[in-house]
């Protein structure tokens, strides 16, 4: 089990990560992007999945580096 972490305050709405990641990632009606089914921890947004293999492309190519895959 792996769990996604993303600090959405960071987050600058480029859709990199909703482009590679759709399963985990969409773009939300204030142009950022949010993450699917998540749960607000102390600022960020959490979720615990099985198959992080593509958050792991989304962390990559994060511009702003607010995703992370733990």
């Known amino acids: 089990m792996e769990k996604i972490i993303f600090e959405r305050e960071k987050c600058i709405g480029c859709g990199a990560c909703a482009a590679v990641c759709s399963a985990h990632f969409k773009m939300a009606d204030d142009g950022k992007s949010e993450l699917i089914d ?3 921890v102390v600022g960020n947004f959490e979720k615990e999945t ?3 293999a593509c958050a792991k492309n989304a962390e990559e190519g994060c511009p702003v580096q607010c995703i992370h895959v733990k």
């Open 38 to 40: 998540s749960k607000s």
């Open 50 to 52: 099985e198959d992080a």
